[in-house]
C-alpha cells in the first residue's frame, strides 16, 4: 500500500496526469475495496490539482448516487439525463463544461462552481457503471490535457472493476 503519491510540481497538467496513473494504478490493483479505491483517487486528485470538488456518482437504482469525494457538500442523486453527470451517463462520452450557466439544465450543486469535467467509468461489458465529476471555482479550468487524462485514469480504474 502506499502512502504517499509524488506530484511534480509544476504547472504542466499532462506532466502530472502522466506521473499520478502509474501510482494510481498500484494503489488500486491490490486492493478489492470499491469505496477505498474511489476515495483514494478523488484524494489524490484534489491534493494534486486543489480541484474545488472531485467526486463519483455509481449507477444505483435507475440513478446516479453520490460516491465518495472530496470537497463540499454535493448533490446526494441525480437523474439519468439530468445535468453534466446525467447527460455523460446517457451520452456514454466525456463531457467537458467551460461555463456551467451555459449548460443547459446544469445543477447546481454548489454556486460557487464555475466550469465542469465529467468522465464515465465503464464495466467488462463497456456499461456506465459510474462517473466521475471534477468541478473547479474558475471559469474554464479544464482543457483537453485534462481530459486525456482523467479518462485514462478512469480506464485504470475500469480495468480494476
Not at 470499491?34 to 437504482?61: D, R
Not at 451555459?102 to 464555475?114: T, V
Amino acid at each position: 500500500m502506499a502512502e504517499s503519491i509524488y506530484i511534480p510540481q509544476t504547472q504542466d497538467r499532462t506532466e502530472v496526469y502522466e506521473a499520478l496513473i502509474p501510482q494510481v494504478k498500484a494503489l488500486i490493483e491490490n486492493e478489492s475495496d470499491l469505496v477505498a479505491n474511489l476515495a483514494n483517487i478523488t484524494a489524490v486528485l484534489k491534493e494534486a490539482f486543489g480541484f474545488f470538488w472531485v467526486g463519483f456518482y455509481l449507477v444505483k437504482e435507475n440513478q446516479l448516487v453520490l460516491g465518495p469525494f472530496q470537497g463540499p457538500l454535493a448533490c446526494t442523486r441525480i437523474a439519468f439525463g439530468k445535468g453534466v453527470c446525467g447527460a455523460v451517463y446517457t451520452q456514454k462520452q466525456t463531457i467537458l463544461v467551460p461555463d456551467v450557466e451555459a449548460f443547459p439544465g446544469h445543477i447546481a450543486c454548489s454556486s460557487a462552481s464555475q466550469s465542469e469535467i465529467v468522465v464515465p467509468v465503464f464495466d467488462a461489458q463497456g456499461e456506465v457503471v459510474m462517473v466521475l465529476d471534477v468541478d473547479s471555482d474558475q471559469l474554464n479550468d479544464f482543457s483537453e490535457a485534462d481530459q486525456k487524462g482523467l479518462e485514462k485514469l478512469m480506464e485504470v480504474l475500469s480495468n480494476a472493476l
